[in-house]
């Protein structure tokens, strides 16, 4: 059956009431529910990925980050990173943990990448984050 016709099957199912704009009423306000769920899971500071994302809301990865670009005009990977790094920061000035413990507490499985993702997104190195971070606590 094709697409038009299967369009129209349902809306004859659904009866004179419904029409095509109101389903896609309903699909946006669905989509506009889902985007609140992922964006609650992704502030939530869980450690998820897209792949996880993707199974939890039953998308493709590729479909789940097209939604959530269209959406939010940012991307996932992205927003997923930066909330990791910002997490690594908050442990930085929070805990006595290495630089390598935050990275794996974060879900870099390799310091170095942490180490190097955490430098272009705060332009410093996370040891010399946390020691200026720390001082001006002290000062201010």
């Keep these: 059956m094709t697409r038009s016709k299967q369009s129209s099957s349902i809306e004859q199912s659904l009866g004179p009431a419904s029409s095509v704009n109101e389903g896609r009423l309903l699909t946006a306000a669905a989509q506009d529910e889902r985007l609140r769920k992922i964006l609650e899971i992704i502030e939530s500071g869980s450690l998820c990925t897209i792949g996880d994302l993707a199974l939890e809301f039953r998308l493709s990865a590729s479909h789940l980050q097209h939604l959530f670009k269209a959406q939010t005009g940012a991307r996932l990977g992205r927003r997923?990173?930066?909330?990791?790094?910002?997490?690594?920061?908050?442990?930085?000035?929070?805990?006595?943990?290495?630089?390598?413990?935050?990275?794996?507490?974060?879900?870099?499985?390799?310091?170095?990448?942490?180490?190097?993702?955490?430098?272009?997104?705060?332009?410093?190195?996370?040891?010399?984050?946390?020691?200026?971070?720390?001082?001006?606590?002290r000062i201010g």
């Design 80 to 137: 997923l990173v930066e909330q990791r790094l910002h997490r690594a920061a908050l442990l930085l000035l929070q805990s006595n943990m290495s630089v390598k413990e935050v990275a794996y507490a974060v879900g870099y499985k390799h310091p170095p990448s942490f180490v190097r993702a955490f430098e272009r997104f705060f332009e410093q190195a996370p040891g010399h984050y946390r020691q200026e971070m720390l001082m001006e606590r």
